[in-house]
């Protein structure tokens, strides 16, 4: 029986793009089912008392700058030639997150899932305007209007909540993280231990 990896996600981060898209060839390998679980990165953070890279180094000299080089060599070793640097970043995520939730409730989520990675981390979109998200979802061939007033239901703000507060629960602290059962994997530079413990026997 194929195993199950859970993938912890939030367009919001770069990582989550570039784990992503590096992830197709380890699952071709492993023969894994891939599940996104949508939680919201900031929510994360404030329940753990954690905060993103750029703020937590930010005053520690070559720190960034490393960073910057790490997300260089990755997308090298995959090949990752679409990814650019969002010149909003960073973007707040909620109002996408929300509409991820609720186009997933449709039967849309991987449609939805696609056109948000674009947009944030391929054309260099500001998600976070209604309008802008609106008009990238209809270019998806989404109902971007349905979705995006979908997006304010009270069930779906708390659906992303309640995953969010789930996700902090389970030790989440920071995205992407990766969940094959119970062992937990944080990073896009863990993939090599994730692939190893999915073909554990």
């Known amino acids: 029986m194929a195993k199950t990896l859970e993938f912890l996600f939030d367009f919001a981060s770069p990582n989550c793009w570039l784990a992503y898209r590096a992830l197709p060839p380890l699952l071709a390998r492993t023969g894994a089912r891939l599940v996104i679980e949508p939680v919201l990165l900031g929510g994360v953070f404030k329940a753990t008392g954690n905060q993103s890279p750029f703020h937590a180094f930010a005053n520690v000299k070559g720190k960034l700058d490393y960073e910057r080089l790490e997300i260089r060599r990755f997308i090298a070793a995959h090949g990752l030639t ?24 449709a039967g849309q989520g991987d449609a939805l899932l696609e056109a948000g990675l674009a947009g944030m981390w391929e054309d260099g979109l500001d998600l976070s305007k209604l309008d802008i998200l ?55 530079e863990r993939l090599a231990q994730v692939e190893a413990e999915l073909a554990r026997p």
């Open 82 to 105: 679409r990814f650019r640097m969002n010149p909003h970043f960073p973007v707040n995520s909620l109002l996408l997150m929300r509409a991820f939730v609720a186009a997933r409730e």
């Open 134 to 188: 609106q008009a990238q979802l209809e270019q998806a061939g989404l109902d971007g209007a349905a979705l995006v007033a979908r997006a304010g239901a009270p069930e779906i703000k708390a659906a992303l909540a309640q995953a969010t507060e789930a996700a902090a629960a389970r030790g989440v602290f920071g995205l992407p993280t990766f969940f094959v059962g119970d062992e937990m994997f944080f990073g896009k």
